[in-house]
């Protein structure tokens, strides 16, 4: 699915889902096309037939990162792979966990996901400014969903690419705060940023491409007003979140198996010993999954637990 009526010439948006993220190709430039994110590991051979589709016999170039998020760039190894010489970007603040693999820094160890290990060439600092198909796009930093997090923004046009720090309905989970670092304040300083920028279309991480950008702005500074007067609902909407991506993974599973894994998951272990300790590990978990059942994100089958979109 595309949806690149509002882009420049050269953008393309292949729209993805949740356990993947958007992948924006950019053609059209005399250095050979470009990729922004690649989406989740098990998708990955999904992406790099996508990819190749979108480029019509061309070679991928480069690939950049906005963050590293298992489902932002868990097809980087697979598209290095197919795409020998590919020149792979990323933003500085995690090039070392990269350069030695440490998936606990990575945080695949703590959310309980997966990302094959892939290298990187360069860095993608904030202040410079990158030519990427027909278009000169600036990165900015963007901390608060994740501390390393950047932002591309091209300013002729007036687009954005602002992964998880803004959808069209909201932002993504704050992660700092499960490492109880604060990290709210992060989240609204990028919100002004991308405020001070006017983008006339943002391109997310996940869901389609939009150009109603005050209402997202005013959408998100909502929620996170309201997670900042209530820093337990962002924990809960967290721990369902983490669930949640687990069970789109795995589309079905056996209650018992996905209450061993987020029994097993440090993000929910540590989610329950500081804050819900009073109660079990799994009574903690089986109400989360409760709560995804009464959402209607999952479904009980017998022993089963099954997907709803
Ligand atoms: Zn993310």
Known sequence: ??????LPN???????GWLSSNNIVLTGGDEGPALVDSGYYLHSAQTVALVDQALQGQALRFLLNTHLHSDHCGG?????AAYPGLHTSIAPGQAAAVRNWCPQTLSYTPTGQHCPPFTYDSLLAPGQERRLGLQTWQIHAAPGHDTHAVLLFEPVHRVLISADALWENGFGVVFPELDGQDAFDSVAA??????????AVVIPGHGKVFSDVPQALARARKRLDYFV???ARHRNYAGKVLLKFRLLELQQVPSADLLDWACATPYLQALWQRFHADQPL???VLDLLEQLVQAGAAARQGALLVNQD
Request: aromatic share 2%; net charge negative; no cysteine.
């Open 10 to 16: 050269g953008v393309q948006v292949l729209e993805r």
């Open 1 to 6: 699915m595309r949806s690149d009526a509002l």
């Open 76 to 80: 980087n190894a697979a598209l290095q």
């Open 190 to 199: 990028t919100l002004d940023l991308i405020d001070a920028l006017q983008p």
């Open 282 to 284: 799994q009574a903690y």
């Open 229 to 231: 007067q209530q820093p």
